[in-house]
């Protein structure tokens, strides 16, 4: 591992010249023909070291890549798959108030750590073992998805097919906190829209005649609250609220979006009961609650716990400490450990700012983060 880390090191500026290239070809995940702009430059990556690459075409959203690299000798024996998205938050336009930049010993810019960073580190991970003539026992199938931050729908079945081929997998989305802990735990997300009808009145003159749907939102929104269990690891919240039209009409429509996590899969079917038997409270009303996407928990299960500890032992060899963390934030990963995969989250970049305009990537801590990744590589 030493000697991996000190010709990772070696490379360190055109780690940080890749990253830039990457993050000055911006690639939201609304914008189909930019993020495929960008799947071709990592396409392009690939195929110089030898990949086969194929791209994954799709009508509406970004095409994903996906890149096949053996670096064996005679055959593969089962396959590990890494996984990681082309698509950023940021539209079109973002780099002209927030460009790539060098400052601090950290590199700046939209989608640097989530997820360009990891991108990059996979491409010199894989160098890294050429040049050490490492020969791995398995075949590696980097997945790179374009709808990530928008919820995996065109992805999702691509990501499955490919973990159940797998030993183990890989995600590269960031890391946790500044020091670099990988995430052994994730939550599930779902999520619901509340829809209320009640019937429009005049507010002043006859309100007695209406049923007002912002008032039974708000009673709604109230017992929604009481979801809420920290202990279990259960969050959830009111995030958009919308009703009514005009300020003298007792309103007839209301709606909220809901946004619920749960760190076990068995709370799942709990939480959904309760938000179908939601009634009305007022005399009247009417409700419809809708169910909108869906991604399960990843466990900490003694497989992840597994993988987990393997990865430090490797950051042992190269004198370097290495964490985990439990986070309320889904990922790909959800998806694969949902299978009984062994999935290990949070191995890109060490940074911070996920989507906001302070995100950026801490420079020194990139060859240790790609010679661990080359370290599972190698070992898994
Ligand atoms: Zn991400």
């Known amino acids: 591992m030493k000697r991996i880390l000190s010709q990772l090191r070696g490379r ?27 799947g071709q430059i990592v396409a392009r990556e690939w195929k110089r070291r030898g990949a086969s690459v194929r791209i994954l075409r799709q009508d509406e959203r970004g095409n994903h890549v996906r890149a096949e690299i053996w670096l064996g000798k005679g055959k593969p024996v089962g396959q590990v798959v890494v996984l990681g998205h082309l698509d950023t938050v940021y539209p079109l336009g973002t780099l002209a108030k927030m460009p790539f930049r060098i400052s601090g010993g950290r590199a700046w810019g939209p989608g640097t750590f989530d997820m360009k960073g990891g991108l990059t580190l996979a491409l010199f991970a894989v160098d890294a073992l050429r040049a050490a003539a490492i020969e791995p026992s398995k075949r590696f199938v ?25 030993e183990a997998v890989l995600v590269l989305e960031p890391s946790f906190g500044t020091d670099g802990r990988l995430k052994t735990e994730r939550k599930g997300v779902g999520g619901a829209e509340i829809i209320v009808t009640g019937r429009a009145a005049h507010a002043g003159i006859d309100p007695e005649k209406g049923v007002n749907a912002v008032h039974e ?17 259960i969050t959830a919240q009111t995030t958009v609220v919308s009703g009514g039209t005009l300020t003298n009409v007792v309103p007839e429509h209301a709606h909220a979006s809901v946004d619920i996590r749960y760190s076990r899969q068995a709370d799942r079917a709990q939480l959904n009961r309760k938000l179908h038997a939601v ?77 906001s305009p302070r995100e950026h990537v801490l420079i020194r801590a990139l060859p240790a983060r790609a010679a661990l990744i080359a370290g599972l590589l190698a070992t898994l």
């Open 12 to 38: 360190q500026r055109e780690m940080v010249k890749l990253l830039g290239e990457f993050v000055r070809c911006e690639s939201p995940s609304h914008d189909k023909s930019a993020v495929d702009r960008f």
């Open 142 to 166: 980097l997945l790179w998805t374009s709808d990530e931050e928008i919820g995996s729908e065109t992805s999702r079945r691509a990501i499955e097919q490919e973990a159940r081929k797998s």
């Open 279 to 355: 009634r009305p409270i007022l005399k009247g009303a009417r409700i419809e609650v809708r169910r909108t996407g869906d991604r399960p928990p990843l466990e900490r299960t003694a497989a992840v716990r597994k993988l987990f500890g393997q990865a430090q032992s490797l950051m042992r060899e190269m004198g370097l400490p290495l964490g985990e963390a439990s986070t309320g934030g889904g990922s790909d990963g959800s998806f694969t450990a949902a299978l009984g995969v062994p999935t290990l989250d949070g191995l890109g970049a060490v940074g911070d700012g996920a989507h």
């Open 217 to 233: 939102l708000v009673l709604q929104i109230e017992r929604l609250m009481k979801m809420n269990d920290p202990r279990r690891g």
